[in-house]
């Protein structure tokens, strides 16, 4: 499985940087759907690092809940975040006649996935151990990660839906809606944001 999943995450980095042919190198089939999802479990380390490092964050800025309590909600919402898109887009591309591409589609993004799982736990090792008086630039460093992974999306996104750019620029566009506002949404549900 390290081998497969290894092999995936370097297809979905030629990807991002153009190299279209590495959807060829991919598992694009109803076996290589399913076993994307494995990347969710080879994402569990990166993630179960940033639960617990935000968790910690939140009890100190007075979230209710002891650590464990709070890195079982933040697993609930990231899972909820993962999956969403897949249901959107088993839902959205059918209409628009593009069934075909659903499989491909989904396996680049789960790989991705967790390819920025673990960008997203490079960077908060860095918050964790910068100095106090840094940690004000890591805001600005999270929202530099963000975009680059929307950016990384979009890659991905053209890659899988070679004939269909338009379509592709539109999901993402549509996706980010959603995910902001769901995620604030669960955020406030699960008791993830602090009190003001």
């Known amino acids: 499985m390290i081998d497969y999943a290894f092999h995936h995450c370097g297809c979905v980095v030629r990807l991002v940087r153009g190299d279209v042919s590495a959807m060829s190198d991919m598992d694009i089939t109803t076996d290589g759907f399913w076993r994307s999802f494995k990347a969710i479990i080879l994402s569990i380390p990166a993630m179960f690092f940033t639960w617990v490092i935000f968790g910690q964050d939140l009890?100190?800025?007075g979230v209710i809940g002891d650590i464990g309590d709070l890195i079982v909600?933040?697993?609930?919402?990231?899972?909820?975040?993962?999956?969403?898109?897949?249901?959107l887009l088993a839902l959205a591309l059918p209409p628009l006649g593009l069934s075909q591409n659903y499989i491909?589609?989904?396996?680049?993004?789960n790989w991705l996935s967790a390819v920025i799982t673990y960008l997203i736990a490079g960077v908060v090792l860095l918050y964790m151990l910068a100095?106090?008086?840094?940690?004000?630039?890591?805001?600005?460093?999270?929202l530099g990660v963000l975009l680059v992974?929307?950016?990384?999306?979009?890659?991905?996104?053209?890659?899988?839906?070679?004939?269909?750019h338009g379509i592709a620029y539109g999901a993402i566009v549509v996706e980010v809606i959603v995910i902001f506002t769901l995620a604030d949404l669960l955020t406030g549900f699960f008791g993830l944001a602090p009190a003001i």
């Open 104 to 109: 491909g589609l989904i396996i680049v993004r």
């Open 149 to 164: 992974s929307i950016w990384m999306f979009l890659r991905v996104t053209l890659a899988a839906l070679p004939q269909n």
């Open 73 to 87: 909600r933040q697993a609930i919402v990231d899972l909820i975040l993962w999956v969403t898109p897949v249901a």
């Open 131 to 142: 100095p106090a008086e840094a940690a004000g630039l890591f805001g600005m460093l999270f």
């Open 59 to 61: 009890i100190t800025e």
